[in-house]
């Protein structure tokens, strides 16, 4: 008689996961070693308990409540998808306001003839609101840190709001000058 | 005819809603008792098999999807289980490469009765269902899964592996050294008797 296979290879015949050339050797053995054979049949006995022990079925309503979650993300998505195309074309339009205010507001100051240095801004509004320009400093740059700040706080949707309220301040402004610069000439 | 999974799959991607909520009727009960069996724990395998097929759902548009879906599904439910195992036990866990590790386990492998009865030939047929339910429960998380990836699966050591990226070897091992824990633990609830 060959000699015994391990109970791994006895194991790995009774799972029947042996490559050809082994399967030929270990069959060829057990057919003349019962105790081999008895070894495979102690071998199969878990997997069969395994099989046989009772487990904890689904909750019959849980299928629907997996579709329902699953309608809910689709919605969720085609909502998000929707709002990513609309915070899109108003960052656009944004953007496109901003760049048309920018050049009119330079046309109105020009036209205003404020002179351009570094506190032109700062004139600018104090003349407009008819304040001292350290007034005007200070509430420009209250406005600035505090859309700072929320911008660091805050997601892309605050940030783009704030697009946005800054390009219609922008064409206020510009009004504002335009209406001014018109009392100038006509001054 | 019943659609096969591709079909489904396929419809699902051209738009079709039921498609998913048949894929997810075909295999919530299965994906759950797989899950079930690693956790032991009801609500958290209801959790897991939601958010698999949640995850699958996210998942498939931008898939390039030639895997078969059942597996590829199921992979996602046990690999939620593995991360919750692992934020368990704070620490990597589970079917390490076992070459080394088999060394040390000699004696349980070496454990078979010889002319021993069965621990189920003494167990009452009526007692029966409470010894293995205590007995499968008793088994570390990890057999528990093996076990079923192999038997409630009838997934091939290969595949197996693939999973969990180990040999095809190894994975026997896996799971000879969980069935005889298994033969172990039904013993213990028996009082003892085989060994």
Known sequence: MSEHPDLLTLDAFSEGEMTPEELRRTEAHLAVCPTCRRHVLHLREPADWFRRAPYEMARVGLVNQIVEAVSEQRLASRRARRLGRAASAAALSGAALLAVSWSELGAAVTAAGVPVDANTWNVTVARLLEVPVDTATGVLNGTLAWQAGLAESAGAGLVLGMVLLTAAAFVGLTRLLQAGASRGVSA | ?195
């Open chain 2, 1 to 195: 005819v019943r659609p096969s999974d591709e079909d489904l799959v396929a419809r699902h991607l051209r738009g079709d809603p039921e498609a998913f909520a048949e894929l997810v009727a075909r295999y919530t009960s299965r994906l759950f008792h797989l899950i079930y069996r690693f956790t032991g724990d009801r609500a958290l395998a209801e959790d897991f098999t939601q958010e698999s097929f949640l995850r699958a759902y996210a998942s498939l548009p931008r898939s390039q999807f030639e895997r078969p879906f059942r597996p590829w599904l199921f992979q996602i439910g046990v690999n939620l289980c593995r991360d919750w195992a692992r934020r368990r036990a704070h620490q990597p866990l589970l079917f390490t490469d076992m070459q080394d590790e088999t060394e040390g386990n000699v004696s349980l492998i070496e454990s078979l009765p010889g002319d021993e009865p069965s621990p189920m030939d003494q167990v009452e047929t009526r007692e029966m269902a409470e010894a293995l339910r205590h007995a499968v429960g008793t088994l570390p998380p990890e057999d528990r899964l093996m076990l079923a990836l192999r038997y409630d699966e009838e997934m091939s050591y290969a595949e197996i592996g693939q999973w969990f990226r180990l040999a095809p070897a190894t994975v026997g091992t896996h799971i000879f050294r969980a069935k005889q824990r298994l033969r172990v633990s039904l013993s213990r609830f028996r009082g003892g008797g085989e060994g």
